[in-house]
Nanobody, 115 residues
Framework: QVQVVESGGGLVQPGGSLRLSCAASGFTFRNYGMNWYRQRPGKQRELVASITSGNNLSYAGSVTGRFTISRDNAENTVYLQMTSLKPEDTAVYYC?????????WGQGTQVTVSS
């Protein structure tokens, strides 16, 4: 069955960096685009970054220049490198893939940016 598992969150000071990982299984990873979403406290879930099977990248305006999405098809893993973190980046970050018309999410990983 399709499964995605996020990891790498934590507490970081403003200006710091974190790298999130999403390990995927149950589908042919290299053939699918992958997405990172986040849900900030009191807000709706929002798309942060996407990477297609062909490595085309896109980002939300609020993270452009600070976050980088990448993938390792040999490891079936997608990453989100986050730099210059701000308190407003505090959120639960989720990995997402759409397979056969269904969206699959992980349990999320908490990122807290605070001094």
């Amino acid at each position: 069955q399709v499964q995605v598992v996020e990891s790498g969150g934590g507490l970081v000071q403003p200006g710091g960096s974190l790298r999130l990982s999403c390990a995927a299984s149950g589908f042919t990873f290299r053939n699918y685009g992958m997405n990172w979403y986040r849900q900030r406290p009191g807000k709706q879930r929002e798309l942060v970054a996407s990477i297609t099977s062909g490595n085309n990248l896109s980002y939300a305006g609020s993270v452009t220049g600070r976050f980088t999405i990448s993938r390792d098809n040999a490891e079936n893993t997608v990453y989100l490198q986050m730099t210059s973190l701000k308190p407003e980046d505090t959120a639960v970050y989720y990995c997402d893939v759409k397979v056969s018309g269904f969206n699959y999410w992980g349990q999320g990983t908490q990122v807290t940016v605070s001094s």
